[in-house]
């Protein structure tokens, strides 16, 4: 077993979205204690200590990605939303990103090669994954488009088609900086995303629709599930499937 102590920042949107999570993690069977009341408070679920960042943009994901750093997290799951871009889309599907285009300025800051890659960890990934499995909505795995204008270009067409040719999912202003940042700091990032809108259909920025509320709320309770279980995967002693540098690996010769 890996015998390294968990810790997990989860990062959120919206701060509203704290309660929804905490009922999760008491539905995924863990015992749930308030170290530090608050908005964002800290928590002890199951053994792992679960801090909280909130933040709609990429300097804020940074800061709350060095916050976190500094009380000793080792992961970093992220929900927020996006705008979806292929076409069999609908509002309230699920984007696992697994890597984002760096078209904002935050990670810049941190890695100013623009060849430098804003990925996934793939252990994040996989636990989240493991735990969409039953979700009752459509959920795509790939890469999003991070932007600082989120209204600004994301209803060009051309840039709709050049997205969709390149099987770009979505547009948000996020991933990129969670990605990399993470990177940097030693954190593994995991990144869900809903869908909220389909700017190839509507054409222009436009307030979220009272029809599309339940949709994007059903999507919201599966990524809080899944962020939920994957950290009941870690309070049941998570062990990392592959080796590395803190995995014991023995080579076997053949004879």
């Not at 994040?124 to 039953?134: D, F, G, I, N």
């Amino acid at each position: 077993m890996n015998e390294r102590k968990q810790k997990v920042a989860i990062l959120v949107e919206s701060v509203e979205w704290v309660d929804g999570i905490k009922v999760a993690l008491r539905e995924a069977g863990l015992d749930v204690v308030e170290i530090r009341e608050g908005k964002l408070p800290l928590l002890r679920a199951g053994g792992v200590e679960v801090s909280f960042g909130e933040s709609t943009y990429s300097p804020g994901i940074a800061i709350a990605l060095e916050d976190a750093k500094d009380r000793g997290a080792n992961w970093a799951f992220r929900l927020g939303t996006c705008g979806g871009y292929e076409t069999t889309m609908d509002v309230g599907n699920i984007v696992l990103c697994t890597g984002a285009i760096r078209g904002e300025g935050t990670s810049r800051c941190y890695v100013s090669d623009d060849g430098f890659p804003a990925s996934a960890s793939f252990e994040a990934t996989a636990l989240l994954a493991q735990h969409l499995t039953s979700a009752k909505t459509s959920v795509y795995t790939g890469i999003l488009w991070t932007t600082d204008g989120r209204v600004a270009g994301q209803y060009d067409p051309a840039r709709i088609a050049e997205n969709e040719k390149n099987h770009v999912l979505g547009v948000e202003m996020e991933s990129a900086a969670h990605f990399v940042v993470s990177q940097v700091l030693g954190l593994r990032a995991g990144n869900l995303a809903v869908v909220v809108d389909l700017p190839a259909q509507d054409e222009s920025f436009k307030a979220i629709a009272d029809d599309r509320v339940e949709a994007i709320d059903h999507g919201l309770r599966v990524c809080m599930a899944a962020i939920a279980g994957a950290v009941a995967t870690l309070a049941r002693g998570w062990e990392n499937p592959l080796p590395g540098p803190n995995v014991r690996h023995e080579t076997q010769v053949p004879r």
